[in-house]
Nanobody, 116 residues
Framework: QVQLVESGGGLVQPGGSLTLSCRASGFNLQYDNIGWFRQAPGQKRDSLSCIHRDGSTYYQDSVEGRFTISRDNAKNTVYLHMNNLNADDTGVYYC??????????WGQGTQVTVSS
């Protein structure tokens, strides 16, 4: 069955870096759009970045220049490389088979906490 599993979250100090992984099973993600989303405490879930099936990418303004999305077709995994993290980046990060909205398949999420 289709499944997405996120990993790589954790506690990081302001200015630090993390790389999140989204491993897919049950389908070949290179033929799909894969988005990364963040839900901060008390906030709605926001789209942060997306990699389309053609390899083109999208970034929300707040992460442009700090986050990079990439895809490893051999590992059937999409990554979100996050640099220069700040407290506003704290939240649960999800990957999904959509770039926006709530449809598609979703992972269970991974917590990222930016704190000193």
């Amino acid at each position: 069955q289709v499944q997405l599993v996120e990993s790589g979250g954790g506690l990081v100090q302001p200015g630090g870096s993390l790389t999140l992984s989204c491993r897919a099973s049950g389908f070949n993600l290179q033929y799909d759009n894969i988005g990364w989303f963040r839900q901060a405490p008390g906030q709605k879930r926001d789209s942060l970045s997306c990699i389309h099936r053609d390899g083109s990418t999208y970034y929300q303004d707040s992460v442009e220049g700090r986050f990079t999305i990439s895809r490893d077709n051999a590992k059937n995994t999409v990554y979100l490389h996050m640099n220069n993290l700040n407290a506003d980046d704290t939240g649960v990060y999800y990957c999904a088979t959509v770039c926006w909205g709530t449809t598609g398949y979703w992972g269970q999420g991974t917590q990222v906490t930016v704190s000193s």
